[in-house]
Nanobody, 127 residues
Framework: QVQLVESGGGLVQAGGSLRLSCAAS????????MGWFRQAPGKEREFVAA????????YYADSVKGRFTISRDNAKNTVYLQMNSLVPEDTAVYYC????????????????????WGQGTQVTVSS
């Protein structure tokens, strides 16, 4: 069992930056692939970014590529999402997710591949 707690959300003006954190507790964090997803009002939850448990592989949605960076610190049991050049379309509740994997280089973009989810943190970008 893994518990995930997101933090770092808030209100920011367009063009600004935020860094989200997701702290994990429970089982061995370093054996979990991690992902960030978001859900805007009236829309389905969508993939944002993913990282393998060895941290060497990352993948991004086209809408955030070049603006967002996912990273992890296994010693701190934490995964991060650095968000730069934010636009109003980035407004959503952001969720981190974890899934156990025996392959250190694997990552996942499908939300149904993830077993554990945080409660979410609100990000609001004003124009």
């Amino acid at each position: 069992q893994v518990q995930l707690v997101e933090s770092g959300g808030g209100l920011v003006q367009a063009g600004g930056s935020l860094r989200l954190s997701c702290a994990a507790s429970g089982r061995t964090f370093s054996s979990y692939a991690m992902g960030w997803f978001r859900q805007a009002p009236g829309k389905e939850r969508e993939f944002v970014a993913a990282i393998s448990w060895n941290g060497l592989h990352t993948y991004y949605a086209d809408s955030v590529k070049g603006r967002f960076t996912i990273s992890r610190d296994n010693a701190k049991n934490t995964v991060y999402l650095q968000m730069n050049s934010l636009v109003p379309e980035d407004t959503a509740v952001y969720y981190c997710a974890a899934t156990a994997t025996s392959d250190s280089g694997s990552l996942y973009v499908n939300q149904y591949d993830y077993d554990y989810w945080g409660q979410g943190t609100q990000v609001t970008v004003s124009s």
